[in-house]
């Protein structure tokens, strides 16, 4: 009777939407969409269909982000130059900053001038959206636009965009828009700029000595792998019956994305009774959990080294160079005029107008991650493999449904819409999987070795390899039969058989830090097409620190008590922030710094003293980037300087790379480099040009500030090898993180009971300052503690700081 009780009361409220706390809180209205907050504002949004699910989630995502999200409706919608004037920063890819408001809009206004997303909607499944998906998003607008109505845009609390003339009600096109920006982001940041401002340069260039193509090459290649180092990735691993320790199966979740922007990420359980009951975080504003766990199983993503797609250099006409050749047959390119509003300096508006060039192919760029691509004697267009990909929201909200790995398996070759990730899952019944079945280009290896230009060549073999670089395609575009062939197993045309695209089952452990999917598992290396990334060639610091942390804890040989992994042993692990490059290289440092002449180097003309450094980084013992640690920021800074851009394996190893021995090569480092000595050099006077004292603590140079308080963050880049990936930088002039470890969740399987999970949102819910939730995960990430989190009704009625928004 009590239950029925709170339902009544709670169907009485349902009308006016009240707010409600403690017992009454727990239980759900039975028709009305129902968000319960527990402890660091995680909601838990309950509704009795796909599109009560939607307006909760878009009330509390609004809540919660409302600037981020106007923000990326307003890049989306092809307006930032309209508001904010031509030469602002837009950040339309993975990176931040990358381009300016008005090249975005150019971009955008294309997408929309074409039509590109309607036609999409305007198909049935699977290439449009599932029908819970377009329920699910009607209700989204329904609650993000009753958000607006209620608090008014003079009432929004963020400074943000308090009274801001862009934040306005929404529509569903906006939403899919936004989802279709994110599935094509992999491809903005290296091909936006080329393609909004591509022209022929005439025929006077004609005569111009062209760039060879091995120069062109390395010239995309450093660009590329300088755009990867400043960009998103992610650690996963999956642990199975064999390596977990009171338990069937574990998941450790670790991506690494931007603190700032339409690429944060937002914490929710999503629950429909009967029908759905997942609970994890997503790309802010999308409503599904694309990284996180149901009652069997759980999964993540990581950054995969496919290209998401591919340039045709076509043979033009110097005299008339909109004319190219295919198949001995000249062809007029496609014009297109693409106009924006832009804001003058004086408060008026004018128009923008660009004319936009395509092939049969593509697009035509004449740039490539900032690296020229003249349009003279040909031209290169772009295809893009997820450019007519909404599958992707079919693909998340079925992953969100799974019962097993191989119910994943079987929603990633049936939607193929996972775009440029790796997908890394574990299940109750104790199997670990490693997947890389996603939207990839249909480039067999004997198509490949048919098509590819000189120039395609040397970025698709990749030679001398630089980490994390996917291998970038340039194919004959004279040639039709060059074209991306359809294949009838896959999903879409110009897409790879999802049966060729490699997986990996087994019941100890997989796992990837976006290197390639060769060494998921080091006892099983997998084979596939080479568009899919490297086999036998150097793995990252971090992919062999993720194997090692496996590896010695199954077996027991990491210093911690037992063996297998338990939620506390995850946790240790990842925030131990143990460092692999200071486990190869420090004692040599050392060695080597001790060793310098009077312990001075010269560097660019100045003689350095490093006689200082030699005891600071012997006493840095522990190799570890905790907040506390000493000598840490120095190493870092000289193992920078020592890489310069290149992959690890070209410093200077006594041991060279072993394709046998992939996890322990190279080692032992060189201590008689002039390397070694200059990078050591520049780091010390980097340092003491910048009045950071060598021995300084972690968290004296790497913290945030949030509501006036400095608050340290552990961790460190990628290239350490550190784990726990913390990349900082400067945002609005101030010390920030630019991108790294943002939801982090481990979960553990039993035979029976409820998933056991631990989270932490490490930039905190929201990105409104006067938020009670804009930094308290910040600084419980600060301390490398973890939120418990509540699944069960049990558990969330528990909630000592349990709300409810009850919704009409």
């Not at 931040?96 to 809009?105: E, F, G, K, V, Y």
């Not at 003339?165 to 080329?194: C, F, K, Q």
Request: glycine share 8%; hydrophobic share 40%; charged share 20%.
């Amino acid at each position: 009777m009590a239950a029925m009780a709170a339902v009544a009361v709670m169907s009485t409220l349902a009308a006016t939407g009240v707010t409600v706390t403690g017992a009454a809180a727990a239980e759900p209205g039975p028709d009305r969409p129902t968000i319960r907050y527990t402890e660091y504002g995680i909601p838990h949004i309950i509704a009795s269909d796909w599109e009560g699910l939607g307006t909760g989630y878009g009330y509390a995502a609004a809540k919660d982000n409302i600037c981020t999200l106007a923000d990326t409706y307003l890049m989306v919608d092809a307006e930032r130059s309209r508001h904010w004037g031509p030469e602002g920063k837009a950040s339309p890819g993975q990176s931040q900053n990358t381009t300016t408001n008005l090249n975005s809009d150019l971009y955008f206004q294309r997408i929309k001038d074409d039509r590109v997303v309607e036609r999409l909607l305007d198909q049935p499944a699977p290439d449009g959206p599932e029908p819970e998906v377009r329920e699910t998003i009607r209700g989204y607008v329904q609650g993000y636009n009753r958000y607006v109505a209620e608090t008014g845009v003079n009432g929004i609390s963020d400074p943000a965009c308090r009274g801001a003339a862009w934040v306005r009600p929404i529509t569903e096109l906006d939403v899919y828009r936004h989802a279709h920006a994110e599935i094509i982001m992999g491809s903005a940041d290296a091909l936006l700029d080329g393609q909004v401002n591509a022209a022929p340069l005439g025929a006077s260039s004609a005569a111009q000595p062209a760039s060879s193509p091995a120069r062109t090459a390395a010239k995309i290649r450093d660009a590329m792998a300088e755009s990867r180092r400043r960009s998103m990735g992610s650690n996963a691993l999956a642990v199975g019956s064999q390596g977990v320790s009171g338990g069937t199966g574990m998941l450790l979740a670790n991506p690494h994305f931007p603190w700032q922007g339409k690429n944060r990420m937002w914490q929710s359980q999503l629950t429909i009774p009967g029908k759905l009951n997942a609970s994890g975080a997503g790309l802010l504003g999308l409503p599904a959990v694309n990284i996180g766990y149901n009652e069997n199983v759980a999964w993540s993503h990581t950054v995969a080294t496919v290209a998401p797609f591919g340039l045709f250099d076509v043979q033009v006409d110097p005299l008339d160079p909109t004319l190219y050749l295919v198949d001995g047959v000249w062809e007029r390119m496609t014009s297109q005029q693409v106009s924006v509003d832009v804001l003058k300096p004086d408060g008026s508006l004018t128009k923008v107008t660009r004319t936009l060039w395509s092939t049969r192919y593509g697009p035509v760029t004449t740039s490539m991650q900032g690296v020229p691509l003249p349009w003279v004697v040909s031209a290169h267009a772009v295809r893009d493999v997820n450019m007519h990909n909404l599958r992707a929201l079919n693909t998340w909200f079925r992953l969100d449904r799974a019962k097993d790995v191989e119910d994943v398996v079987n929603t990633l070759e049936t939607t193929q819409g996972v775009p440029f990730f790796n997908t890394v899952a574990s299940d109750r019944e104790g199997n670990a999987l490693y997947a890389d079945i996603q939207a990839t280009p249909n480039i067999t290896d004997e198509h490949a070795h048919s098509c590819l230009t000189e120039t395609g060549k040397l970025l698709f073999n990749q030679s001398p390899r630089l980490p994390n670089v996917p291998p970038i395609s340039v194919f004959d575009g004279k040639r039709s039969a060059c074209d991306w062939p359809d294949d009838p197993n896959a999903v879409a045309p110009g897409l790879l058989d999802p049966h060729k695209q490699p997986r990996l089952i087994r019941s100890d452990f997989v796992g990837n830090a976006n290197d390639s999917p060769w060494l998921a598992n080091p006892e099983q290396p997998l084979t596939y097409p080479r568009v899919m990334g490297d086999t036998g060639a150097p793995r990252s610091l971090r992919t062999q620190e993720l194997i090692l942390t496996a590896q010695n804890r199954i077996n027991g040989t990491d210093g911690l008590p037992g063996r297998g992994f338990t939620p506390e042993t995850m946790g240790k692990l990842l925030f131990a922030d143990n460092s692999r490059a200071a486990d190869l290289a420090l004692d040599a440092t050392v060695t080597a710094c001790r060793n310098v002449l009077l312990g001075r180097v010269l560097v660019d003309g100045t003689l350095v003293d490093i006689s200082e450094a030699c005891p600071v980084l012997a006493a840095w013992k522990s190799h570890d980037y905790t907040v506390d640690s000493r000598g840490s920021w120095l190493f870092a800074n000289y193992w920078s300087l020592l890489l310069n851009g290149q992959g690890v394996e070209r410093l200077p190893w006594r041991v060279p790379f072993d394709p046998r021995d992939p996890v322990h090569t190279p080692n032992s480092l060189d201590t008689g480099s002039s390397a070694v000595r200059d990078a050591l050099g520049r780091a010390v006077l980097a340092l003491r040009r910048a009045g950071i004292p060598l021995n300084a603590p972690l968290s004296d140079v790497q913290k945030v500030t949030r509501d006036g308080e400095n608050i340290p963050i552990h961790g460190s880049i990628g290239p350490l090898g550190v784990l726990n990936v913390i990349t900082p930088g400067q945002v609005d002039g101030e010390p920030d993180i630019v991108y790294g470890s943002s939801f982090i969740q481990q979960v553990r399987f039993t035979t029976e009971g409820p998933p056991q999970a631990f989270s932490v949102m490490a930039y905190s819910q929201s990105a409104d300052p006067n938020s009670p939730h804009h930094a308290d995960q910040t600084k419980l990430f600060s301390a490398g503690e973890w939120v418990t989190e509540r699944f069960t009704e049990e558990q969330i009625g528990a909630s000592p700081e349990l709300q409810a928004k009850v919704l009409h």
